[in-house]
T-cell receptor, first 113, second 111 residues
Framework: EAQVTQNPRYLITVTGKKLTVTCSQN?????MSWYRQDPGLGLRQIYY???????DKGDVPEGYKVSRKEKRNFPLILESPSPNQTSLYFC????????????FGPGTRLTVL | AQSVTQLGSHVSVSEGALVLLRCNYS??????LFWYVQYPNQGLQLLLK??????LVKGINGFEAEFKKSETSFHLTKPSAHMSDAAEYFC?????????FGSGTKLNVKP
């Protein structure tokens, strides 16, 4: 089944404790992206990747890191999480960036205490 | 810079009534435009997309949207609402590598 998977789905952590949210797609998509969703703000793009080893900042990259060592995986790293990073996070992928449908993962709900 | 404005964070319609969700965008170059739907506790699904072909775009579940360059709008419509349409709807724009989403409109469908 074609899908985007994220792990974990739920995470409660404390300020400053490094964490990684994994994202994997099995559709051989070139473009992958991370978003955060906050009430009243919609989705905001954190980072995106056009292909392996090619990543760039979205609208709200501060406090986040990403890597794209393999085409299928695009982990999101929070080196020192803070409470303002409490949010719902989505990973998405598409065949190419511009004209193609983005497939979204199920989301990761992160709470930073 | 690109941006998307969705007028009305909550819209309520009766079952069988017309659905109209508004989206206006700003873009310095011809945009690609999308409407996504999010059901509770799920990710987003694509409803339809405009990619510079026909200005009237038909999507899934009876939804359609019309691209109006002069009004910089891409409003989403459905002639007759169904209870299963209750969800949150997001308009999005992209023209280079980034995507910009609106703040979303929650659609409530009354029996």
């Amino acid at each position: 089944e074609a899908q985007v998977t994220q792990n974990p789905r739920y995470l409660i952590t404390v300020t400053g404790k490094k964490l990684t949210v994994t994202c994997s797609q099995n559709m051989n998509h070139e473009y992958m992206s991370w978003y955060r969703q906050d009430p009243g703000l919609g989705l905001r793009q954190i980072y995106y990747s056009m292909n392996v080893e090619v990543t760039d900042k979205g609208d709200v990259p501060e406090g986040y890191k990403v890597s794209r060592k393999e085409k299928r995986n695009f982990p999101l790293i929070l080196e020192s999480p803070s409470p303002n990073q409490t949010s719902l996070y989505f990973c998405a992928s598409s065949l190419q960036q511009r004209s193609h449908e983005q497939f979204f993962g199920p989301g990761t709900r992160l709470t930073v205490l | 810079a690109q941006s998307v404005t969705q007028l009305g964070s909550h819209v309520s319609v009766s079952e069988g009534a017309l659905v109209l969700l508004r989206c206006n965008y700003s873009s310095s170059v011809p945009p690609y435009l999308f409407w996504y739907v999010q059901y509770p506790n799920q990710g987003l699904q694509l409803l339809l997309k405009y990619t510079s072909a026909a200005t009237l775009v038909k999507g899934i579940n009876g939804f359609e949207a019309e691209f109006k360059k002069s009004e910089t709008s891409f409003h989403l419509t459905k002639p007759s609402a169904h209870m299963s349409d209750a969800a949150e709807y997001f308009c999005a724009v992209t023209n280079f590598n980034k995507f910009y989403f609106g703040s979303g409109t929650k659609l409530n469908v009354k029996p």
